[in-house]
Structures are given as C-alpha cells and as structure tokens.
C-alpha cells in the first residue's frame, strides 16, 4: 500500500520534471529569435543586432518552474484537492481565531505612519511609504463599497469606476467653485470655503453618487448577470465620455487644477502663522498632511469596513445576501427585490462617491483619465481575488494586488544589462503580473483567498460555514 | 356558505403568445386543505404563481380575504399572510438552515422568532441537527422541509405549496403530508397543495380540483375525486 503511494508519486515527479524540462526546452527554442536576437538601432543609424540569451533562459525557467508547479499542485488530480484548506493561515483569518488577530491588524494600520517614519529615518523619506499606504487603503475602500454590490447582493456591477468618478468630480466642482467661495466669503470669512471644503462636499459627493446609483439602478433592475455586467460597464463609459465632452463644466480632458487641499479641520497645513506646525509647536513640514491623508483614508476605509458589518446584520443586508442566492425565493418571502437592489446600488456608489471625493483632495487634480475602465476592473478583481463578500478577503487582495503592482518597481535588478537592460520597467508589465496573479489565484482557491463566511448571526456560538466544504447543489 | 380565503376567477395567464391557463375558477375556504393535480405542463406551478403576482393574469380576478390582489405587487401579496413554498424549493443554498428560516420570519419583523424555531424543530427535529448547515448541502428531504419550514416562519393563514413530494422517499412524503395535515388540524392553517402525487395528495385534501392543459376539468372532495373513474385512469394509475 505504502509502496504503491511512493511509486505514484514518485512516477508523478517524474513525469512533471519530464514535461517542464520538455516545455523549457520549446520556450527556449521559440524565444531564441523572437526574444534571443533584438535589432537596435546604433550610434551611427544602422541597425544593431543584440543577443539577450539571459533572458530567453530566465522565460524558458519560469515556463518550466511554472509547469512543474502546476503539476505537483493544481494538476494533481482530484485526489489532491481535500477539504483542507490550502491557507490555514488565511482561512482562519475569517474565523473566530482571527478575532485576536484583529486588534493587531488594526493596531499595525494606526500606527503604520509612525513605522513608516522610523523605518525610513524621517518625515521627508518616509513620504514614498505613505502614499503607498494612502493608495492601498484607497482600493480597500472601493474593494469594500464595490463588495456591497457584487459580493454581498450579487450584482456584478463593471462600471463601478463611475461613483467613483461622480464623488471625485462633485467634489472637484464644488471645492473650486469661485461662486460658491465667494458666497462664504461675504457671511463666514474669506478663507472658509478653501479650508472647510472638504469637509462639506465629502458627504455631498457621497449623496450624488448615490443618486447615481439609483438612477443606473432603475433600468437595470430587470437585468442579471451577463446583461447587468454590459449595462454597468456601458454606464462607466457613458460617464467617462460625458466628463470628457462636456467641456463647460469639466474642462474636457483637460481636467480641473484648482482644488484646495486638505485642511486639518479647518487648519491649513500651511508653514506661516495659524498653520498646522504652527499651532501644534512642530517645525513644518509638508509630510503633515500626507500623514493626515492616511488617516483620513482611513477612517473612510473603517466607515465602510462598520457600516457593512452593520448593514450585513440589519435586515436589507441579509435580504441582499437572499438576493444574491434566488430572487423568487425572495420574491415568495415578501422582499421587496426592486428596493433591495437599488439600496445595494447607492449604498456601494456611495462609498465609491466617499472614495472619489478623497481621490480628488489628494491629488488635486481630476482627469477623466483616472476613471478608465482599467479601474473598475482592479476593483472588481480585487473584490473576486477576495473571496467575495469577504472583507477582509477583499483587503488583503488589495493589499497584495495594489502593494504587489507598486512593488514592481523596486525590482531595479531586472534592469541589469545582461537582463532585460536599463531601459526596462517593470511596471510596465504589470498587468501582465497581474493577470497571472489572477489566473493562479483562482487555480488554488476557486471561491477567492477567503472562502468561509461567517453565519451573520449566531444562536450561541459561532460555527464557521466553510466554503471548502460545500458542493453546490439543488436537489 | 362563508365567503372563501382565495378565489381565482376566469384567470388567464399568458407567456408572450402561449396560453398556460384559459380561464380557471377555483376557491379555497378557511381551514381546508385544497388540492390541484394534474400531468406535467397542465399549468399548475403558473395558477400558483399567478395567485402571487408573477406572472401577472391577464384577465379574471383574484381575490384574498376579500380583497383584490390581482394587481398588487408580488412582495405585498406575500406580506398579506400568504406564504409560498415554490416549485424546486428554492431555499438559499449558500445560508445556513438558521439563515433561512431567519429569512422566512423577514416580514414577520421577528416578534415571534424564538418560539416559531421552536415550533418547526418539533415539527422537523432534523432541522434541529443541521441548523448550522449549508441549505445547499442538505438532503432533498431536508431541503423540503426547510422550505416548507421557511414558508411557515412568517405565520401565514394561506400556504401555497408545491409539489412538496418532488423527488422524495414514500416515508418522507408521508411525514411531510402528515405535518401538513397536523398543521391544518391543529392550527387551523389553511393550504392550497399542488401535487403530481394524485392519491396521496387526493387523501390528505378536503377537497379537489383537476387541471387539464390550463382548465379545470373537475373538482370536488377528495374522497370523490379518488374514486372518479377519470382520475383513476389519468393520475392513479398503478399509484399508492
Ligand atoms: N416562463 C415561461 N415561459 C414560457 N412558457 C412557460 C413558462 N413557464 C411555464 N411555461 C409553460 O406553461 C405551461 C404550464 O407550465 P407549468 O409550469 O405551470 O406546468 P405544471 O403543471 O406546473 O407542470 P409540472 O407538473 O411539470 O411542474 C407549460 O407548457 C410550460 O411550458
Ligand atoms: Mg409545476
């Protein structure tokens, strides 16, 4: 018995080095003139013919590697696919063990900034570190808005980028208003509308995109699946050509400069009298604000993180749980299915409405680039890769996808010349990264990195509903 | 006689150009087990949805408790007190048991939740044992009586059942009928039960009623209906 298990396996291995070493072997032949030879042109005109042999060899391995991976893990035959889950650690990150990995997890994200200071050795190097965190928590957040729609109600929603692109926009028109400024101008003082903006338009822009996604919500109530995802991914594009064309009010592609930064509830992050430094007794600096960002970003992102956890408990969320599962059965318990999805609809547009507003005060400037389908896409994988309805499946693929994507670039290694040479980067190919991290993703853990949900309610203790477990049948 | 708990009245239900039902009159009095049967296609599963709004009559009338509802709303007919298990169960399969049951009580503004669970672990005690299970990975019994048990977590007086049996053992369909005929006995629910299981459907009901490809043919008591040579021949055939 036991020797028969060795020899299979051992037969296994056998056969899986065969075939990688065979598939190695083809890559490096194929790749040999299409990669191998490179035609440049030279310091006089003329082409030049380069050899990159080192980097055929590096495609032949990771084909290679990859085949043989695959072999021992995902090709394995059924046999190997057990109820096990694959990441303990992470499965367990759902359940009642990761209720004493939570205190950690948020004690990390408060003091992130101050790591990341002392990490770096000061204010000013530790700006890079920031920003990363401030863009990771800002696709966590629109992970978790787009998660209402498409996890918890089962919407699949492509064109979610166009909340996010009302709240950046509503925010953008608002805060650079000159009307408006001047109105406060004449009752509150002159500087009210530059310093409290923000803190006015971020529910605004909140409101309108949720206004928006009851108004995408009433046409496509009929819709389910396939046809709600074209229709949605249409609207994306609908708003992303209105920004661009209507030129009046935004600019065209040219986009709008003028929007006043964050200010520290109504302090300005400024270096003179009545500053932010100022007033505290520190030495200015401008990394205030970026710091001030992350935790903005961050109660935003623990907003949505709350109210999802509350909306699951209340009786809407779990009818969009129903929902997700069988609309006539729903229909046959008295749920009101129109209200249901439309509430699913605004409430996600609305934190991707928060998001947009939070988008626009950082960077200071709104584009109708920014809002490309590209982005709901990311989102959208985000919320896949995640396990949906998995939150913190779903913020820790954004941390991975987004992290792992800016990571790309620090890989200066790769432009060694006997690699890919000095004029190569990295991220460029990120999508490309992307795209494998996807496709292995859903190889290894089909339901995404955090399968299990939990019961949203318990009757006196909490058991784990595992998703490794259930084979999903109707009869 | 007491004016009847659901009447339908010439109702015609079309899908695009086909008819599934040309007209049918049917009543259903507090307190009584009715039953429809008939061949698969006759339009049983349509006159059942009919009754909750999708999809809609075309012409004719319904009425509950006296009161119009041909017009209203699916999710407001089954906020009246009517509770529906559909055709194929339709439970939730990614909730647990809980959850579903939960789901049922959704209307019912869970005033009465603790004690309802309790009814429907006496009535299922199998229920009891899977309560943290998936809905999709019970046994098709189970799944039946978690429908039936979903449908009963709002406290309906009209249960709208159909083909409970679909699918299932003798002995389970016994037990299932059985709480049925105990709900209706002891609580006084009233139910309208469509079944292709014509005898045992026949046996349990007070009264019944035959659908032939979209009209009703004949109707009267169970008992009566047992015995009609037309019923034996279609439905009973080599049955029990
Ligand atoms: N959504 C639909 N679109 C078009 N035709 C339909 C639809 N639903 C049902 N029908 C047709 O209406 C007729 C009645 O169907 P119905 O489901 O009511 O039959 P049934 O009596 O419940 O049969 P069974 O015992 O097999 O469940 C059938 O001919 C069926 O093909
Ligand atoms: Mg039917």
Redesign the pocket.
Known sequence: MHEATAAASSGLLARALKDAAASAAITALLLVPLVGMHATEGPSGALVLKYRFGLVAIFALLVGGLRLGLHLTVWRGDSARGAAPRFPALARLAGPAGDAAKPVFFAVLLLYPLLAVLGSGGLGPSRYWIDLGIYILTYVMLGWGLNIVVGLAGLLDLGYVAFYAVGAYTFALLAGSVPISDFFAGTLGADFWRLWSFWVCLPLSGLLAALWGVILGFPVLRLRGDYLAIVTLAFGEIIRLVLINWVDLTNGGAGIASIPPISFFGIPFSSGEGGFANLFGLEFNPMHRNIFLYFVILALAALTAVATIRLRRMPVGRAWEALREDEIACRSLGINTTLTKLTAFSIGAMFGGFAGAFFAVRIRFVSPESFTFMESAVILAIVVLGGMGSQIGVAVSAILLIGGMEMLRNLTFLKDPWLFGPDFDPSLYRMLIFGFAMVAVMAWRPRGLVSSRLATIFLKERKKVSGDLVREGHG | MSKPMLSVAGVKTQ??K?I?LHGVDLDVNEGEIVTLI??????????MMTICGT?RASEGRILFEGRDITHMPTHEIMRLKIAQSP?GRRIFPRMTVYENLQMGAAMDDYAHFEGDLERMFDMFPRLKERLHQRGGTLSGGEQQMLAIARALMSRPRLLLL??PSLGLAPLVVRQIFDVIRELNAIEGLTVFL?E?NAYHALKLAHRGYV?VN?SITMAGTGRELLESPEVKAAYLEGGA
């Open positions: 899908y695009g086909i599934a008939g061949a698969n296609g006759a339009g049983k599963s349509t006159l999809p055709e159909d083909e469509v292709q659908l979209g």
